[in-house]
C-alpha cells in the first residue's frame, strides 16, 4: 500500500471538511469528467475545496493512463488536491480499511462522491468500501454514471476492449479525445530508414495498453509543440523480425528531424489494416508507401 500527493504541496490539514471525489479514473473517460464535474458542483454548493482520491488498483494489468495522469486530468478539472492511494484489490478487506482510514484520517470529508450503475438497484460501484465509509460516519453522495448514445455505461473496460479490436473511432468517442501513448522515442534497428521511411519507436512502460496490431493514421505531438501526420506500426515487424518484441513505431509524414530521446505523444485516429508478413522488403516498401498515402487521405484535414 502507498500513498502520495500529485501536483500540489497543500496539507491535509489545510483540506479538512472538503468535498472528496473517489474512483479508479483509468482513462479519465467521458464518465470520469461528469463525475468530477458533478463532485465539483457539489464542493461549490458547500462552499468547502474538492479533493480527488485516485485509486490505484495494482492488479490492473493494462492501463490506459498513468496515475499520474489522471491526477493532473483531475486537479485541470478543479480538485485542489489529488492523492493517489495503491492497493493490492480494491474491494478487498485490506484495501477498504487502508482507503476508509486515509480518507478520514487525512481530510475529514464533508461527503465524498462516487459512481454508482444506473440500475434499478442503486448499486454502489465498490460496495464494500461503500459500506466502510458508512460504517465510520462518512456521507457518500452516489451518482449516476455516464452513458452512451446507446444507453450502455461508458467503462474504462468496454475502452480497453475497443481498443484491442482496433474500434479506434468508439474508444475515442467514450473517452472524449483521442487515445493516446506517451513515451519517449528510443533507438531501434535502424532499418525503417535504410528503406526510406524512417520511424520513431516509442518507449513505453510494461503495464501500458497497447491497441491490437496493425497500422493506424495519426497525429504525433512533439515537444515543441508541433503537431505530424503520422502512420503507425504496432507489431513485430514479421517480414523483417523474428524475435517477436511488440513494437510502436511511428514514421511521421514529411519530417526527418533527430528526435531520439525525447518525449512524444502518438495520438490514435483511424484503423487502416492488420500487420501482415510480405515476401519481400520491395513487397514491404510498397504496402508503405500505400499506407502513407492512405493517412494523408484520412488526415487531409
Not at 82 to 92: E, F, M, P, W
Not at 157 to 175: C, E, F, K, T, V
Not at 242 to 258: I, K, N, P, Y
Amino acid at each position: 500500500m502507498a500513498i502520495r500527493q500529485v501536483g500540489t504541496d497543500r496539507r491535509p490539514w489545510e483540506l479538512q471538511r472538503a468535498v472528496v471525489v473517489l474512483g479508479e479514473f483509468d482513462g479519465f473517460h467521458l464518465g470520469h469528467r461528469q463525475l468530477a464535474h458533478d463532485a465539483a458542483d457539489v464542493a461549490g454548493r458547500l462552499g468547502r475545496p474538492l479533493v480527488a482520491v485516485v485509486l490505484d488498483d495494482s492488479s490492473t494489468s493494462k492501463r490506459l493512463t498513468s496515475v499520474d495522469e489522471r491526477c493532473w486530468a483531475l486537479l485541470a478539472s478543479g480538485a485542489a488536491s489529488a492523492l493517489a492511494v495503491t492497493v493490492d484489490s480494491i474491494d478487498g478487506e485490506g484495501a477498504v480499511n487502508t482507503v476508509a482510514d486515509t480518507i478520514l484520517g487525512r481530510l475529514n470529508p464533508a461527503t465524498v462522491v462516487m459512481a454508482c450503475p444506473p440500475d434499478e438497484h442503486g448499486a454502489s460501484r465498490y460496495p464494500s468500501l461503500r459500506a466502510g465509509l458508512a460504517a465510520r460516519g462518512i456521507d457518500v453522495i452516489e451518482v449516476p454514471r455516464w452513458t452512451d448514445p446507446d444507453g450502455e455505461v461508458i467503462t474504462s473496460a468496454r475502452i480497453r476492449d475497443a481498443l484491442g479490436r482496433a474500434q479506434i473511432a468508439h474508444a475515442n468517442d467514450w473517452l472524449g479525445r483521442s487515445f493516446t501513448l506517451a513515451g519517449t522515442v528510443v533507438h531501434g534497428s535502424g532499418l525503417g530508414r535504410t528503406i526510406g521511411f524512417p520511424t520513431a519507436n516509442l518507449g513505453l512502460s510494461d503495464d501500458q495498453l497497447v491497441p491490437m496490431r496493425g497500422v493506424y493514421a495519426a497525429h504525433v505531438d512533439l515537444q515543441d509543440g508541433s503537431r505530424h501526420r503520422s502512420a503507425v506500426n504496432i507489431g513485430v515487424r514479421p517480414t523483417v523480425e523474428h524475435d517477436g518484441t511488440l513494437l510502436v513505431e511511428a514514421h511521421l509524414l514529411d519530417f526527418d528531424d533527430d528526435i531520439y530521446e525525447q518525449p512524444i505523444e502518438v495520438r490514435f485516429r483511424r484503423w487502416l489494416r492488420h500487420e501482415q508478413r510480405f515476401d519481400g522488403v520491395d513487397q514491404l516498401v510498397e504496402q508503405l508507401g500505400r499506407d502513407i498515402l492512405q493517412t494523408r487521405v484520412v488526415l487531409r484535414n
